[in-house]
């Protein structure tokens, strides 16, 4: 019997190298214990360690071992591990971040019994800078699944600066195109989370906006869709820096590329009215 699970290990290890690229290189493959539930979780815990061509991780829902092969000239073990942990998953090596495992998916969240764990903590500044790059892109904007959805808010924005019903209510429809276009299955744990907080709201919003041609109704409505893109662009990494904008007369926010002020909720009649409150990097 144990014969036979390590032969499906050294197939699925081999079909993961396969699909995730080319072969690691100087490759040295170990087996850690990984805590997780679901194929959400695998996953999670697979983006978390994976880096093209120098780490492949293949997680195994029912033993919890994920089989890891990395370029031992260019990272180790425990830098593996400590990615994966701070996506919210424990090993027997490092324990988990609390607030890290407390955003997981209801689903995701495993039984926390392996708590004798050597507590260590887990600081990005003594990690390899390289590899976490690696591991994020600098176009992971680019790449996010909402990007569609900030794109046309952004569009939106503009539309109610202008004060231009008509166009707000296009780009609205073109909005919630985007919020319903997002597939589940390519959220990460904490973009999973953002995303079901405020799913219902962005929907809501945004087909009130595109079905009114009155300013005020749309400016309104905005209030509510800022707040809660504002959530979910909070779950990304930004190719360059968004602001969010306060203004004090309808005690709103909204977010902008700009880093000057134009109020969308007054537009030409008040449009300096307002202040940054938050850089987004």
């Known amino acids: 019997m144990k014969s036979i699970q390590k032969g499906l290990m050294a197939i699925a290890l081999l079909l993961s190298v396969i699909v995730f690229g080319a072969p690691v290189k100087n490759a040295k493959t170990v087996n850690a214990k990984i805590y997780g539930n679901c194929l959400m979780c695998k996953t999670a815990i697979e983006k978390a360690g994976n880096i093209k061509n120098i780490v492949s991780v293949n997680w195994d829902q029912n033993t919890k071992i994920a089989a890891i092969t990395y370029d031992e000239k260019k990272t180790n073990q425990d830098e593996v591990l400590k990615r994966i942990a701070l996506a919210g998953y424990d090993s027997d090596q490092f324990l988990a971040p609390a607030d890290a495992y407390a955003k997981l998916p209801q689903c995701c969240q495993y039984e926390r019994t392996n708590m004798t764990a050597p507590i260590k903590k887990l600081d990005m500044d003594k990690m390899d800078h390289s590899q976490h790059a690696a591991a994020i892109p600098s176009?992971?904007?680019e790449n996010s699944p909402f990007k569609?959805?900030?794109?046309?808010?952004f569009d939106l924005k503009d539309a109610l600066v202008k004060t231009d019903a008509k166009t707000a209510s296009v780009k609205s429809k073109e909005l919630l195109a985007a919020v319903n276009a997002v597939k589940m299955d390519n959220l990460k744990?904490?973009?999973?989370?953002?995303?079901?907080?405020?799913m219902k709201s962005l929907v809501a919003d945004a087909k009130n906006i595109s079905e009114s041609q009155d300013i005020k109704k749309q400016r309104e409505s905005f209030k509510s869709l800022s707040k809660n893109t504002y959530d979910l662009i909070k779950t990304t990494d930004q190719p360059q820096p968004v602001y969010y904008n306060h203004?004090?007369?309808v005690d709103a926010n909204w977010l902008s590329k700009e880093s000057g002020i134009r109020n969308p909720y007054y537009g030409s009649q008040m449009l300096s009215c307002g202040s940054t409150i938050e850089t987004i990097k």
């Open 139 to 141: 176009d992971a904007q």
């Open 148 to 153: 569609a959805i900030f794109d046309s808010y």
């Open 189 to 198: 744990p904490k973009e999973h989370t953002a995303w079901m907080n405020v």
């Open 247 to 249: 203004c004090p007369m």
